[in-house]
């Protein structure tokens, strides 16, 4: 079952915009700071905080409805 979810999760970031999936490997996966993503990617700090926060929240939403369906084949 946790090897499902994980695979869920990362279908669900393959979903994402590119720019959202590079941005969220980046802050949450490789440990990068908002700052140091910034140089990486010429944006600017409110435009990264704004794609990793709207990252998170699809990823939360899709995640959600995944866990519903699951529960519901029970």
Known sequence: EEKEERDAIRRI???LPPLQQRILQMKDIEGYETGEITEI????????????????KRIRELYLLYYKTQQAKK
């Open 41 to 56: 990617t010429g944006m600017v700090a409110e435009a990264v905080r704004n794609n990793l926060s709207r990252a998170r």
């Open 13 to 15: 970031i393959g979903m």
